[in-house]
Nanobody, 114 residues
Framework: QVQLVETGGGLVQAGGSLRLSCAAS????????MGWYRQAPDKKREMVAI???????LYAESGEGRFTISRDNAKKKVYLQMNSLKPEDTAVYYC????????WGQGTQVTVSS
């Protein structure tokens, strides 16, 4: 059974940084476009960043210039470096394929205090 496990979240002050990691069981990760998504309280889940199998990236406007998505296919991991964090970045962050193909993991909570 495929599992996605997100780690690296936490409580940080505005302007701080966090690096999220997504680990995947199985070998599907390196063959797929992967994305980071987030869901804030009372809001729909939204895509934050995408990385193709070849390493091309795309960012939502909210994270452009502040977030960097990367991947290590050998380690079966995807990362999201988040800098200059803002209170509006507070959310649970998830990873999954693009489009989503697998059950969501538990996510990792990111809380940015003002």
């Amino acid at each position: 059974q495929v599992q996605l496990v997100e780690t690296g979240g936490g409580l940080v002050q505005a302007g701080g940084s966090l690096r999220l990691s997504c680990a995947a069981s199985g070998n599907f990760l390196r063959f797929n476009t992967m994305g980071w998504y987030r869901q804030a309280p009372d809001k729909k889940r939204e895509m934050v960043a995408i990385i193709s199998r070849g390493g091309s990236t795309l960012y939502a406007e909210s994270g452009e210039g502040r977030f960097t998505i990367s991947r290590d296919n050998a380690k079966k991991k995807v990362y999201l470096q988040m800098n200059s964090l803002k209170p509006e970045d507070t959310a649970v962050y998830y990873c999954n394929t693009v489009p989503t193909s697998y059950p969501w993991g538990q996510g990792t909570q990111v809380t940015v205090s003002s």
